[in-house]
């Protein structure tokens, strides 16, 4: 599903500071990967190469069957569109749209129509436990809640890839634990591959695959 | 660190954040300012210059004896001559000299020298002999006159008088003020000349030591025919200021509008500013900053803006006096005081009280958010993410109704001291309180939207419904500036379209001949005006002299048009408002009177008047109301036969001539030049008068489409200003829209939609406040301010193009902030902290 051959990307400085380099990585469909690393270590670059928000200095991304390399910045904001979901650190939903209309937006930007979409959305929001809270604006949920609607955007529209960057990074320990399972659970209902990066070990735990992310790329991570 | 330091902090930080919007504001309180302090200063330069002119022109006379504009009979002077109290009166005659080849004219006293001495020495002309003096070939110039005629002593001057020209040697100068264009001849030779023969324009008294003025003023008083008044020359120079007052406070409010703006663009500024910086606030609040420190800190911000804008303000503002006076005259345009020519001076008093004005209107501005912040709970504020409830304290409608209902209650109160206070009160209320209901209509308008089908566009829409607060306090200014602007260009276009009517109407002939004004050396005696009625292809003739009357003491002037007309008809040549009034025998002759005339001596149709003719009050029944944009004192219509019965004087300035089929204007005017010789009579056709008519019309109003403009560039630019800061303040959002798979383009396209929906609001508000305030200064300020009535009329084309424009302004305005804010890494800004 994901296959990343040869990696390389250098962050422009002053000074430049090499992230990795001839990073390989392949992700089975289905497949949940977890990558740990520390502060600097170039996860989030990572995630952004895969999602085609980031071009890398040498190196092949190949995502659900398309080469980024062969696509144009629209071509890769297409992509991203129809066949990627986010879950970030700090939630990212809009405040001035309700629960629904952020989980629907994904589908709005696909074009597809509300008679089509509307079920999906209140399926989903069933799925993560806010099926009563679709009428929401967001200022009106906790952390948990907002990470539980940034979920299920992120699968609204059946993407082949979820990348999720550190979203247990605001959330206690207990609703961390939570979410982690909720995004487990809902992943694998979906059929959709993930790659999760974080500093936790915990919310790692989760994965089928564990991987540390290093100057010299990647390696299985050593157990807890 | 003191509370001292982490102000400072904060408004480095404050200014350093937000350099466009914080300079746009700052230029806007700047511009305020200025106008307000360049109109202040050259109106302040005229009428220093004119009463300057008037006391020096006036020298040691205690009292001045002033009549109508063609004299009144010199044995007046006898009597006051030998009156006890008096120590020395000085005759003058007072004339408009028309100038051959000169479209304006130049004021020629006839003095006598010996008596004029005692009175008024800067009167008595300076040359190489005191001979020159007596002789009635002589002329003295002041040195503003010998300039502007470009003519040196010892040159000739030419001057028209009746339909000939009278010569005169410049024999030397006059010690008048320095911008006072004025000649002086004999007095002798200025009544022979100017066919004034035992008749006086004013006398220039002084009295007795220890005589009592007010005494001596009643004494004298008994003496004068009707229409003479007797008066200090000090209240000659108030009631000029008095004349022009309403004009005056017009501008000042124009630039006080201005200064509005600016007040409104730092408050936009301000809440802005004060919204994203909620959580820092709250952090300040958490560490102790206590809630009075709190608005303290902001009023300050407010208060630096308005220094800095003030500073500014009067420097540019002296350049722009100086342009002005230049450019436009003393009086803007307006043609007041035609014959000065002022010096402009700083003004330190003028200077400090439109800086104060300037930095109050930024503490204003300031005020509503600095309010806000501090009412905010810390612990709530310092969550950030939930920007728009620092807007809910503005939800309220009650304070913008009750705006709304208190210009209401006050829109038709009358005026006070001739000024159209509560127009402006109301005016300013409508402004106020359409800008407090503002989030509310802009809620109601984008409620009303249709959802787009486009998902950019609809977020777009989606983001303004959820938080309207933040886009309507970008809009107070623009909304403010729309109104401003659509209101003057109906007021403008109902007066331009009401003048052009009126011309129309008042101009039915197909020629028309001037020898002079109502105190010109020009005229046409009777054996002319036969002449002139029996030119070869001139049909038939209409004449009409104009005279200046005083009709009360302490009221300026009104002109007093003795017309031929069929009284019958009088509607024909009349520009009557409502039915006219049949006056029945028996009953006192026909009097048309101007609205000028009736508002000002409430006179109405049907009522009795009394007019000053001859140096007898003569009674006048009022035959009717009309329209006269002309003359802004007022003005009466007489038949010319009566006027000739009572007076004797039978000659005429103006001709209004009918031209028999297939004669030619050209023919005529060759016949008239061929009679009179060239330039003697200015000469015009209608369609000329009309002509030179609504171009005097534009130029008057040149300075306020000036003013409209730089208005609506502020606006503009305020704007531009606003939809930056939000839009920068949303790069994290572009982010997560950009990780979600929209593309740039898709970003730029919706914060275009949402620039042109906030403007299509502030459009639709601005064009509804501006149709509201454009019925006010019709029906109400130009009513009251200068007695003209006019039609509404609605420049709905105008409007159109102008609201095009403004929407693409705009527009283009957001997609540019759109580019500056999505440009650069948005992704990475997913990582900053929402």
């Known amino acids: ?224 | 660190m003191t509370t001292l330091a982490v102000a400072r902090a904060v408004l480095r930080g404050a200014f350093g954040a937000n350099r466009g919007r914080t300079l746009v504001a700052t230029l806007s309180i700047a511009l305020g300012v200025a106008l307000g302090y360049a109109i202040g200063t050259v109106n302040r330069a005229a009428i220093a210059e004119f009463t300057q002119g008037v006391a020096t022109l006036s020298g040691a006379a205690d009292l001045v004896v002033r009549g109508p504009a063609d004299g009144f009979d010199e044995g007046v002077f006898v009597r006051i001559a030998r009156m006890p109290a008096i120590a020395a009166a000085s005759p003058i005659v007072e004339v408009d000299a028309r100038l051959p080849s000169h479209d304006d004219t130049l004021q020629i006293l006839g003095v006598d020298a010996f008596r004029a001495a005692s009175v008024t020495p800067s009167l008595v002309g300076r040359g190489a002999t005191a001979l020159d003096l007596l002789r009635g070939d002589r002329a003295f110039l002041s040195p503003a006159a010998l300039a502007s005629l470009g003519r040196a002593v010892g040159d000739t001057l030419d001057v028209q008088a009746g339909t000939g020209l009278a010569t005169f040697v410049i024999a030397g100068t006059l010690d008048a003020p320095a911008g006072r264009r004025v000649g002086v001849v004999d007095i002798a030779a200025a009544q022979e000349r100017f066919g004034r023969l035992g008749r006086v324009s004013r006398i220039d008294v002084r009295l007795t030591p220890g005589a009592d003025a007010e005494t001596v003023r009643a004494s004298i008083a008994t003496l004068l025919p009707a229409g003479v008044v007797v008066a200090r020359p000090d209240e000659t120079a108030a009631m000029a200021s008095r004349m022009t007052r309403a004009y005056r406070v017009n501008l000042d409010v124009l630039a006080l509008v201005a200064l509005f703006t600016g007040s409104l663009l730092v408050f936009s500024t301000q809440a802005l500013a004060v919204v994203r910086r909620r959580a820092q606030f709250a952090l300040l609040r958490t560490l102790g900053l206590t809630r009075r420190q709190l608005i303290a800190l902001l009023l300050a911000e407010g208060a630096a803006l308005g220094v800095a804008g003030a500073t500014l303000g009067i420097a540019a503002g002296h350049v722009l006096a100086s342009l002005v006076l230049r450019v436009f005259g003393a009086d803007l345009g307006a043609g007041y005081f035609r014959g000065e020519a002022p010096a402009l001076a700083f003004s330190p008093t003028s200077a400090a009280l439109f800086a104060t004005l300037g930095v109050l209107a930024a503490i204003a501005g300031a005020w509503l958010p600095a309010l806000e912040a501090a009412r905010a709970s810390p612990a709530a504020a310092i969550k950030a993410g939930d920007d728009e409830s620092a807007f809910r304290g503005m939800a309220s409608s009650r304070p913008g109704i009750a705006c709304l209902v208190a210009a209401l209650a006050i829109v038709a109160l009358p005026p006070v001291g001739g000024l159209p206070v509560f127009g402006y009160g109301a005016i300013a209320s409508m402004l106020v309180g359409t800008l407090l209901l503002m989030p509310r209509l802009a809620r109601a308008l984008l409620v009303r939207m249709p959802r787009p089908r486009r998902p950019g566009v609809a977020l777009a829409l989606d983001s303004l419904r959820a938080a309207p607060g933040q886009a309507t306090v970008s809009l107070a200014a623009i909304v403010a500036a729309v109104a401003l602007a659509v209101s003057m260009a109906i007021m403008v276009a109902s007066f331009r379209d009401s003048l052009a009517a009126w011309l129309d109407r008042m101009l039915p002939a197909d020629v028309y001949l001037r020898a002079g004004g109502a105190s010109s050396s020009g005229w046409l005696d009777p054996d002319e005006r036969r002449a002139i009625a029996s030119l070869p292809g001139v049909r038939q003739a209409e004449f009409m002299r104009v005279l200046r009357i005083t009709v009360r003491d302490d009221e300026p002037g009104v002109a007093l048009l003795a017309r031929d007309l069929d009284r019958a008809n009088a509607a024909d040549r009349i520009a009557l408002i409502g039915d006219p009034v049949s006056v029945a025998a028996g009953q006192p002759p026909a009097a048309w009177v101007s609205e000028a005339y009736a508002d000002r001596f409430r006179a109405s149709p049907g009522a009795t008047i009394l007019l000053p003719i001859g140096g007898r009050p003569i009674a006048f029944t009022v035959a009717g109301l009309w329209r006269d944009y002309a003359r802004q004192t007022g003005a009466v219509i007489i038949a010319r036969d009566a006027y000739v019965r009572l007076t004797g004087d039978d000659r005429v300035n103006d001709a209004a001539l009918w031209l028999a089929p297939g004669a030619s204007a050209d023919a005529v005017r060759a016949a008239v030049d061929a009679r009179f010789g060239k330039d003697r009579l200015t000469f015009a056709t209608p369609g000329e008068i009309r002509a030179v008519s609504l171009a005097v019309f534009d130029r008057t109003f040149a300075v306020t489409y000036a003013l409209e403009a730089v208005a609506i560039a502020i606006g503009l630019v305020g704007l531009s200003a606003s939809f930056g800061a939000l839009a920068l303040a949303r790069r994290r959002e572009f982010g997560v829209l950009r990780h979600l798979g929209m593309t740039r383009r898709q970003i730029g396209a919706m914060l275009a939609a949402e620039g042109a929906m906030v403007s299509s609001v502030g459009l639709v508000v601005g064009l509804v406040l501006g149709g509201a305030i454009s019925l006010v200064l019709v029906h109400v300020v130009n009513r009251q301010s200068f007695r003209w009535s006019m039609d509404l009329h609605v420049p709905w084309a105008q409007l159109a193009a102008f609201s095009l424009a403004l929407l693409a302004l705009a527009t283009l305005t957001a997609l540019a902030s759109a580019r500056r804010a999505t440009a650069g890494d948005t992704v990475a800004a997913v990582r900053e902290d929402w």
Request: glycine content about 8%; proline content about 7%; charged content about 20%.
């Open chain 1, 1 to 224: 599903m994901i296959r990343l051959a040869g990696l390389s990307r250098t962050f422009p400085g002053p000074p430049p500071r090499p992230l990795f380099a001839g990073l390989d990585l392949h992700v089975a469909h289905g497949e949940f990967v977890a990558i740990l690393g520390e502060s600097g270590s170039g996860k989030s670059t990572l995630l952004n190469l895969i999602a085609g928000l980031d071009v890398p200095d040498a190196g092949s991304v190949v995502v659900d069957g398309v080469a980024l390399s062969a696509l144009d910045d629209d071509g890769r904001t297409r992509f991203r569109r129809e066949r990627v979901g986010f879950v970030f650190q700090a939630f990212h939903v809009l405040p001035y749209l309700t629960v629904a209309q952020n989980v629907a937006l994904p589908l709005a930007l696909n074009g597809v129509s509300n008679a089509e979409g509307d079920p999906r959305v209140a399926a989903l929001l069933d799925a993560v436990g806010l099926g009563d809270r679709a009428a929401n604006r967001p200022r009106e949920l906790s952390g948990g809640e907002l990470q539980r609607v940034a979920i299920a955007r992120a699968l609204v529209h059946a993407p082949a890839v979820v990348l999720a960057d550190e979203p247990t990074g605001n959330l206690d320990p207990r609703t961390a634990a939570s979410i982690v399972a909720l995004l487990r659970d809902t992943v694998k209902r979906h059929e959709a591959t993930v790659v999760l990066v974080t500093h936790s070990r915990a919310a790692a735990a989760v994965a089928d695959r564990v991987l540390e992310l290093r100057a010299d790329g990647l390696v299985p991570a050593p157990p807890a």
